[in-house]
């Protein structure tokens, strides 16, 4: 369990602090969450900023592209959300401070609907062969990496979930909410240089019709441990399962 802000608890007259888990603990590569953060003005998202240590903001200085902030979204326990509109609104971040292989990547997220095959909720580098979840028809399926595809998700479309998604660069793996993990070995190692929310970076029409709480990426492959800690963070925060 990690080191986050304590509380204070006193029993029989000793009082204890007791450790609450942040994200934070493990050292994001990037971390966005909608309730901190947001640039926006009149609900228009012109920057998403990074709550890690690297700067890695994603940001939109068009205003016909930006994504709409929801103060108040009862998909996710009333918390914040960033929305997408599935047909012009994307963010991007530009170069990142440094570039990623081996990664563990967290989305909370809620998808409305998916036009066309391969819509991408987030897209990793200048080219759609490296797209982190795509969608066809109903289901938001799984990873599409080099081009080759995985569709190791196959999850219904119009529910809250956290996706996490892992690669040590051999094998990948995926959880779903309180899911075991489903593994994928001698997958093709890419490296992330840029990172795209809402929309396939270098293919255009492929945009996602999707609300997200909270996106956060390590620069690393998570323990077991640490993993749950992160999914039980993004549970008792948006109560998703």
Do not use: C
């Not at 103060?71 to 914040?80: H, M, Q, R, V, Y």
């Not at 994307?90 to 990623?100: D, I, K, Q, T, Y």
């Not at 062969?129 to 080099?146: A, C, D, M, P």
């Amino acid at each position: 369990m990690g080191l986050g802000a304590g509380l204070n608890l006193t029993i029989g007259g000793a009082e204890f602090i007791t450790s609450v888990f942040s994200p934070a603990d493990l050292e994001p590569f990037l971390w966005l969450k909608a309730d901190e953060g947001v640039v926006e003005s009149g609900g228009s998202v012109s920057q998403w900023t990074d709550q890690g240590t690297n700067g890695n903001n994603l940001v939109q200085a068009s205003g016909a592209n930006q994504p709409v902030y929801t103060a108040s979204n009862g998909d996710f326990n009333s918390k914040p959300t960033v929305d997408f509109n599935g047909t012009s609104h994307f963010l991007r971040s530009g170069a990142l401070s440094s570039s990623v292989t081996d990664t563990t990547t967290f989305i909370t997220f809620y998808v409305n609907s998916i036009a066309l095959n391969g819509d991408t909720v987030i897209t990793s580098n200048v080219t759609n062969n490296k797209r982190l979840f795509y969608g066809t028809g109903s289901n938001v399926n799984g990873v599409l990496r080099n081009g080759s595809k995985s569709n190791i998700l196959n999850t219904p479309i119009n529910n809250t979930y956290t996706f996490m998604y892992q690669f040590d660069g051999t094998t990948l793996r995926k959880r779903t909410n309180g899911s075991t993990v489903s593994t994928v070995s001698s997958w093709a190692s890419a490296t992330i240089t840029e990172i795209g929310l809402g929309y396939s970076i270098g293919l255009g029409g492929r945009y996602s019709d999707f609300d997200i709480a909270e996106f956060i990426v390590y620069d690393k492959v998570l323990t077991t441990d640490e993993i749950e800690d992160v999914f039980n963070y993004t549970n008792v925060k948006y109560a998703i399962y």
